[in-house]
Every structure is written in C-alpha cells, then in structure tokens.
C-alpha cells in the first residue's frame, strides 16, 4: 500500500473520495447526524492509513489535489448570499452585531480555557482560529506561530459538530429564525457547518455563508490582538 501511494499520483485523492462516499451512503441509509459524511471519511482514511502503515506525508503527496478546490468552493459559498441581499440589508445592524459576538464569543473560550488548561503560548495560538474556514485558519495560524496541522484538525472537528448538532442545540433553546439560525452555523463552525444551514433553508444557508467571511476577516484582526492575551 505505502508502495502504491508513492508511486500514484492519484491514490490518495482516491482513498479520501471512496471514504466520503461510503460517509454519504451511511447518511443517506440511517439519517442521522453522527454519520455525518466528512467525519466518516476522516474515520475511514485514518483506519486505512493504519492498517496500510502509510505515513502522512506519503498520502498527502496524492490527496493534496483536494485542497486545491477548498478556496474556490468557499468562494462559491457567496451566490446564496446573493439571492438574499435585500433580506441582509434589512437586517444589517442584527447581522453584524451577531457574527461579532460569535466571534467574540469563540476568542473568549478559547483564553479561558487555555489559561485554565495552562497551556504554552503556542497551543494557545493554534487554536484561536478554530471557528473559520480552513483556507484563512491555516494562514492565521502560521503567521502567529501556532502548529497548522493542529489548527486544520481543530477546525474539521469543530466544523464537524457544529454540523451534527448545530440543528439539535437551535431546537434545545428554541432558535426558529432562520437569520438566527445561519448566523450561529456559520460563525461557530464555518464551511461545514454551512453544509448543514442550506439543509435547514436557503435563508439559513445565505445567512451562514456571510458569517464565513465576516468572521474570518474579523478573526485575522482580533486572533492577533488576542494572542497577546497568553
């Protein structure tokens, strides 16, 4: 096996699409949310990467080919908000003060915890960008001197529960507005749990796909301004 992806250029964009089409099927038959296809696929690949003894670098050399699709399908994330631009400016003040807050709120959580934890400035760092796509974590990761494969796990996980609960928690505390809704997934765990608010509805879907962008941009200011924090 470790042969094979040393030798393909494609085998391990391979092995990453079979697992997130075996994480799709298993959606699809049972419906429920801890079989949700992104986390089903890390499990999948890691199990293979085991069992084959493959070390990371050796797989990353053929699945690197997926990353480069990850900036343009954020991007593509802008037409939802595009068919709902007259709803955003009505609610423009609403929208902002709520994505603030949200990432307040992740910055925040992230000190606490990592003063109570007594971690080194440098854990601390990877993990401020926890709440934002991988495409602008990664970057903001790197230039505070955090571990960015650290950071990218981080994010996929938080992505990954936003979007297996992110629906459960708005029923929980009886969120019904769909701006409300999109907001919190998108703020909380970027491009994936996004995925989940176009579930939900198109107005969620636009609303999420804003808070992508607005809470990257506000995270790159305010990650640097906290991570004198620690």
Same mark, same amino acid.
């Given at each position: 096996m470790n042969n094979l992806l040393e030798t393909s250029l494609f085998a391990g964009v391979s092995i990453s699409l079979v697992s997130y089409m075996i994480g799709l099927a298993l959606k699809k038959? %049972?419906? #429920? &949310?801890i079989f949700n296809p992104l986390l089903i696929s890390i499990i999948f690949t890691i199990v293979i990467l085991v069992c084959a003894n493959v070390?990371? *670098? !050796?797989?990353?050399?053929g699945a690197v080919y997926l990353s480069w699709f990850l900036t343009?399908? !954020?991007v593509c994330l802008a037409i939802p908000l595009y068919e709902q631009w007259q709803l955003l400016k009505r609610n %423009?003040? $609403?929208?902002? #003060? &709520?994505? @603030?807050a949200g990432v307040l709120t992740s910055l925040c959580t992230v000190l606490i915890l990592a003063k109570l934890m007594k971690m080194t400035h440098r854990e601390y760092v990877t993990l401020l960008p926890k709440s934002i796509t991988t $495409?602008?974590?990664m970057g903001v990761s790197e230039e505070l001197g955090g571990y960015v494969t650290i950071t990218v796990a981080v994010i996929v996980v938080t992505g990954v529960l936003g979007n297996i609960f992110g629906e459960l928690i708005c029923k929980i505390f009886k969120i019904t507005e769909?701006? @409300?809704?999109? #907001? $919190? #997934?998108g703020a909380s765990s970027h491009a994936i749990g996004t995925a989940k608010a176009i *579930?939900?509805?198109e107005i969620e879907g636009a609303m999420s796909s804003l808070a992508i962008a607005v809470t990257g941009i506000l995270t790159v200011v305010l990650a640097s301004?906290?991570?004198n924090f620690l």
């Open positions: 038959k %049972f419906k #429920l &949310g070390d990371y *670098e !050796t797989y990353n050399k343009p399908a !954020t %423009f003040k $609403a929208v902002i #003060l &709520g994505i @603030s $495409a602008i974590g769909p701006i @409300s809704k999109g #907001l $919190a #997934l *579930e939900m509805g301004v906290f991570a």
